[in-house]
T-cell receptor, first 117, second 114 residues
Framework: AQKVTQAQTEISVVEKEDVTLDCVYE???????LFWYKQPPSGELVFLIR??????QNEISGRYSWNFQKSTSSFNFTITASQVVDSAVYFC??????????????FGTGTRLQVTL | DAGVIQSPRHEVTEMGQEVTLRCKPI?????LFWYRQTMMRGLELLIY????????DSGMPEDRFSAKMPNASFSTLKIQPSEPRDSAVYFC????????????FGSGTRLTVV
């Protein structure tokens, strides 16, 4: 069975601080996808990134960066120079790889990030 | 692209009433998922379809819940009879293995059963 653990329930930082959100996963699959989603106060789920399990390169997108380490089954998310607009709940998720169609997403419990001035 | 469209956005109903939630996936996506979000249980998968066929409905809470996907552009999630513990936000998502940007979620339906 697949499992995603986000041990940090809530994090509070002051604007411009860097913050890292942790994600640890469990799966028996040798190939899989990992995701991060953002849920702002308005409630929608916004896709941030998808990584393949065979691609361990770290990725940077603006102030966002992701560190994927297969050896520790972790896919951590760092926001550099946080802003108030980053305040949201962030979800890490996992899916198996299948051919032709998508597989179900297993979500972590989410980390609520509060960025204050 | 209009994205995944869910209706209604909000639904308030009395216990015992039938509730139908609707979802229109992104054109060309061949997988559709229904998720429920509550404070207690987080985001949990209820059911998903591939090519309009239900693949895994193990997350459907009980017989009061049913889901259909009569064609590639429409799905419904029905609760009959509804109970207060069904109050939650219900999300529909669609995906295609051909795309690199993952699963696209609708805006959700906030259901309140009183």
């Amino acid at each position: 069975a697949q499992k995603v653990t986000q041990a940090q329930t809530e994090i509070s930082v002051v604007e411009k601080e860097d913050v890292t959100l942790d994600c640890v996963y469990e799966t028996r699959d040798t190939t899989y996808y990992l995701f991060w989603y953002k849920q702002p106060p308005s409630g929608e789920l916004v896709f941030l990134i998808r990584r393949n399990s065979f691609d361990e390169q770290n990725e940077i997108s603006g102030r966002y960066s992701w560190n994927f380490q297969k050896s520790t089954s972790s896919f951590n998310f760092t926001i550099t120079a946080s802003q108030v607009v980053d305040s949201a709940v962030y979800f890490c998720a996992l899916s198996e790889v299948s051919t032709g169609t998508a597989s179900k997403l297993t979500f972590g419990t989410g980390t609520r990030l509060q960025v204050t001035l | 692209d209009a994205g995944v469209i869910q209706s209604p956005r909000h639904e308030v109903t009395e216990m015992g009433q039938e509730v139908t939630l609707r979802c229109k996936p992104i054109s060309g996506h061949n997988s559709l998922f229904w998720y429920r979000q509550t404070m207690m249980r987080g985001l949990e998968l209820l059911i998903y379809f591939n090519n309009n066929v239900p693949i895994d409905d193990s997350g459907m809470p009980e017989d009061r819940f049913s889901a259909k996907m009569p064609n590639a552009s429409f799905s419904t999630l029905k609760i009959q009879p509804s109970e207060p513990r069904d109050s939650a936000v219900y999300f529909c998502a669609s995906s295609s293995d051909s795309y690199n940007y993952g699963y696209t979620f609708g805006s959700g339906t906030r259901l309140t059963v009183v």
